[in-house]
Nanobody
Framework: QVQLVESGGGLVQPGQSLRLSCAAS????????MTWHRQAPGKEREWVAS????????VYADSVKGRFTISRDNAKNTVYLQMNSLTPEDTAVYFC?????????WGQGTQVTVSS
């Protein structure tokens, strides 16, 4: 079955960096767009970044543009989110997602906390 497993979250200070990973299985990873989303306490889940399966340029939410980089390794069935210059406003649970045949599949999420 489809499985997405996020990792790499943690507690960091403002200005520091983290790299999140999302390991995928149960589908042909290389042929699907992958996305990252986040949900801060008391807020709705929001889209962060997308990386198409082939050729197209990744896209980012304005709130993370220039600080976050999404990438993928199709040989490892893994999508990454490199997060630099983190601020307390980036504190959230981060999720990866794939849409297959019109259905969304989510991982369990990984907590990122940015605090001094």
């Amino acid at each position: 079955q489809v499985q997405l497993v996020e990792s790499g979250g943690g507690l960091v200070q403002p200005g520091q960096s983290l790299r999140l990973s999302c390991a995928a299985s149960g589908f042909t990873f290389s042929t699907y767009t992958m996305t990252w989303h986040r949900q801060a306490p008391g807020k709705e889940r929001e889209w962060v970044a997308s990386i198409p399966f082939l050729g197209s340029i990744p896209v980012y939410a304005d709130s993370v543009k220039g600080r976050f980089t999404i990438s993928r390794d199709n040989a490892k069935n893994t999508v990454y989110l490199q997060m630099n210059s983190l601020t307390p406003e980036d504190t959230a649970v981060y999720f990866c997602k794939v849409v297959l045949w019109g259905r969304s599949y989510w991982g369990q999420g990984t907590q990122v906390t940015v605090s001094s």
